[in-house]
């Protein structure tokens, strides 16, 4: 039982703390939406949670040539997810934040990360209902 309810909570800790650095990503893109050159980016939250929950990562790995050469370090599963937003229509300084596309993303996150918040707080209160035994 023990088991279990670590593995509910792990993912569940899991997903919101990606939905929190999702979050941090899209505020990035708000916050430099007039930086020339900028490219927007976000989090594909389905692979990411796939690959902090024990997926493979998508790592390939780097070749040496030289002895001299540093060794490559993997990314971790949730940088293996950060990937650049496909261009809808560019400015012309380069800079590819769309801001409704970013409100929009930011909205949908804000409530799935509450949606996450509240389904922890009602498991949490019927683990503790079972225990007091009521």
């Not at 900028?38 to 998508?58: C, H, I, S, T």
């Not at 993303?105 to 799935?112: D, G, H, I």
């Amino acid at each position: 039982m023990t088991s279990r309810l670590d593995e509910t909570m792990r993912f569940h800790q899991t997903a919101l703390n990606l939905r929190a650095y999702r979050q941090q990503v899209i505020a990035s893109n708000i916050a430099n939406a007039d930086t020339p050159n900028y490219k927007a980016r976000d989090v594909d939250f389905k692979q990411a949670l796939k690959g902090a929950l024990g997926g493979e990562p998508a790592n390939l790995a780097l070749t040496t040539t030289s002895g001299r050469h540093l060794p490559g370090v993997g990314g971790t599963p949730v940088e293996d997810s950060l990937k650049f937003r496909k261009e809808e229509q560019g400015a012309v300084d380069g800079n590819t934040v769309n801001m409704d596309v970013e409100r929009s993303a930011f909205a949908e996150n804000s409530v799935q990360y509450q949606a996450s918040v509240t389904f922890i707080n009602g498991l949490l209160s019927s683990m503790q209902r079972a225990i007091q035994g009521q």
